[in-house]
């Protein structure tokens, strides 16, 4: 959460700044900022809201100079007010930071630093930060070595703080550097041929270069002019490794959609064959992953599987669970990862441990993994984000290969993390009991899914209308079976998120336990009714509903015949295998969630309280 961009270079800082910051503004954007250092002192601006509200200031008022560093901020300490925006500046003026993550002893070291004289004009606990660096920069002589000053003074800083931090500091006195570090918060360092940009994420660099170096936890980078320096927590220097990034800049732009949202959801049949593509053995009848870094031998030795995600993330980790139980006939087990970490549960010695995260960044996740891994076991990740902190921290894992996704509800992220766990599936049910034949069936259905996710999307004109029916209500139900169960979660999930609609889900055969009560005529129930071996049994209870008078919502397959007048609205999707039905069945449910909330008028993109990237507990 939060999205910081810093840049040295010879161009105007601003407005590389400002291009960044709005590429990362799905990590947080009720408050922005920006602080320029030209000929010898800062240049703030701050608004409340969007980055384009500070763009807006700095059309009238443009910032001179060539290095700087900005923020968008998802409010953690200290409510959304322009005093609490980054850049913060240290109380002598001396110091600005910008800061991503949360400092958890920042009241400690703000009482200390209250009695050495230093003042506050925010809630937050980055101005303690920033406060702290100031403390130390005063204090300590230059280094005898010739060494940065700014970087020795976040050095010292940054052994006080407990805490997740991705950080980049100016200091007055030092007009021609940069210090960034992180810990538990992601932070890249673009390194192009006269600049050097420093952000949270590729989508602000991949603009200026292509070349990244992924800094790891407890690194530091000192730039001066246009070399730079890393460092690890001990001082010792790190030998940098450039990676080239793959996503262009055309990737992360809108194009004609209105909503990144819609445009991802659209994009779902390609980022499907992406996800596929290479990963079919040559004789057909399984999968192939380059990159679980596990012979055969070891996986099948393998007698639990364990996945932990968060979100949307856990939801395909529960879809793969049926997958692999049924047709691996392997035990799983599914956890959120943030319940996981301190739950300290037995485990079972032979477990393969799964993450599944789009943006390889939730710190939940990575706590989850960390915590796996320190007990021993091996974890694979699936993850769409290459170099991200779990990609990289991964025994082995899975990419997703979807792009970047933008929109802060996950949908193409969603439906190839289901793909991949159908085909993990598939690739351990054939190392165990699944013959060619129903091994080769399942492939010719799994490549089947790029057009059957295309034909469900042709019913998009459809679903608006009843989306428009639909968006006065202010409670929902979804309810599915199975595999089928997940998604009723995800469809849930996508509804109240972008349009703040309370929806709930449940497996539909739960609902006399409890839910019932909640049905009356204004709370409409969607239901997930495929035609299969309870396709009675889900009838049965859209009749327990209908009888109620609750209005129904069917997401069906082509081909089942529901009871005449059963349900106020029919949406088909077409029959499928079922380790590709979980991957149709979502298209209804996103656009769904997604007409209800335009004709809400909500912000799609940019929901409230939410992030795209949970860096923090
Ligand atoms: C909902 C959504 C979230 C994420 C969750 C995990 O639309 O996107 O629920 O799925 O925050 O994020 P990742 O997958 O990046 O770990």
Same mark, same amino acid.
């Given at each position: 959460m939060c999205g910081i961009v810093g840049y040295v270079g010879k161009a105007k800082a601003a407005p590389i700044i400002i291009d960044g910051l709005k590429r990362l503004e799905y990590r947080g954007y009720d408050s922005a900022g920006i602080a320029v250092l030209h000929q010898g002192s800062f240049h703030v601006a701050k608004e409340v809201g969007r980055v384009a509200a500070v763009q807006h200031t700095l059309a009238s008022s443009p910032l001179e100079g060539t290095r700087g560093i900005g923020h968008t901020r998802w409010a953690t300490h200290g409510g959304v007010t322009r005093e609490n925006a980054h850049p913060h500046l240290s109380s002598d003026g001396k110091i600005a930071l910008i800061h991503n993550g949360v400092i958890e002893n920042y009241a400690a070291i703000k009482k200390f630093l209250l009695t050495k004289g230093y003042t506050f004009a925010s809630e937050t606990d980055t101005e303690v930060l920033c406060n702290l660096v100031a403390y130390h920069f005063e204090k300590e002589p230059a280094p005898a070595d010739g060494g940065s000053r700014l970087l020795d003074a976040v050095r010292k800083t940054l052994l006080h703080v407990q805490g997740t931090y991705g950080i980049c500091v100016l200091g007055l006195d030092c007009p021609d550097e940069l210090v960034a570090a992180r810990q538990g918060s992601p932070l890249i360092l673009g390194v192009g041929p006269d600049e050097l940009v420093v952000a949270s994420d590729v989508a602000a660099l991949v603009s200026r270069t292509q070349n990244v170096v992924y800094l790891k936890d407890g690194e530091l980078v000192a730039i001066s002019g246009n070399t730079f320096q890393i460092t690890n927590r001990d001082d010792v220097g790190v030998d940098p490794v450039i990676d080239q990034v793959t996503w262009k800049v055309e990737d992360s732009e809108l194009g004609d959609f209105e909503h990144y949202m819609l445009k991802e959801i659209f994009e779902q049949p390609v980022a499907l064959e992406n996800a596929m593509r290479g990963r079919f053995s040559a004789d057909e009848s399984t999968a192939n992953f380059g990159g679980l870094n596990l012979t055969p031998n070891e996986l099948r030795g393998m007698g639990r599987f364990m996945f932990c995600a968060c979100g949307t993330a856990l939801h395909a980790g529960m879809v793969t669970e049926h997958l692999i139980e049924r047709f691996a006939r392997v035990p799983v087990e599914c956890d959120h990862a943030s319940e996981f970490r301190y739950r300290n549960s037995p485990l079972f010695t032979n477990t393969l441990f799964f993450v599944v995260s789009q943006s390889g960044e939730t710190i939940d996740t990575l706590a989850a993994m960390r915590e796996a891994q320190r007990k021993g076991f091996k974890v694979l990740a699936i993850n769409n984000v290459v170099g991200s902190t779990i990609a990289r921290e991964a025994d082995g894992g899975i990419y997703q290969h979807v792009g970047p996704e933008i929109g802060v509800a996950s949908t193409k992220a969603f439906t190839s993390q289901l793909l991949i766990g159908a #085909?993990?599936?598939?690739?351990?049910?054939? #190392?165990?009991? #699944?013959?060619?034949?129903? +091994?080769?069936?399942?492939?010719?259905?799994?490549?089947?899914a790029p057009d059957l996710v295309r034909e469900a999307l042709e019913q998009a004109p459809q679903i608006e209308e009843i989306a428009q029916r639909y968006a006065r209500y202010e409670d929902m139900l979804f309810l599915g079976r199975l595999e089928l169960f997940p998604i009723a979660l995800e469809g849930a999930l996508k509804l109240k998120e972008i349009s703040y609609i309370h929806a709930e889900a449940y497996p539909a055969a739960e609902m006399k336990h409890g839910p019932i009560a909640l049905i009356n005529p204004e709370c409409p129930s969607v239901f997930l009714v495929p035609q299969n071996e309870i396709f009675n049994k889900v009838?049965?209870? #859209?009749?327990? $509903?209908?009888?109620? +008078?609750?209005?129904? $919502?069917? $997401?069906?397959?082509?081909?089942?015949?529901?009871?005449?007048?059963?349900?106020d609205e029919v949406i088909t999707i077409p029959a499928c295998h079922e380790a590709v039905l979980p991957i149709v069945a979502t298209i209804p449910m996103q656009l769904l969630s997604y007409y209800i909330a335009v004709a809400r008028g909500c912000d799609v993109d940019k929901p409230r309280n939410l992030a795209k990237s949970v860096t923090v507990e």
């Open positions: #085909m993990l599936a598939l690739y351990l049910g054939r #190392m165990r009991d #699944m013959s060619v034949r129903d +091994g080769t069936e399942y492939v010719a259905a799994l490549k089947q009838i049965s209870s #859209m009749q327990e $509903i209908k009888a109620r +008078g609750g209005p129904i $919502i069917a $997401i069906t397959t082509a081909g089942a015949e529901l009871p005449e007048g059963l349900a």
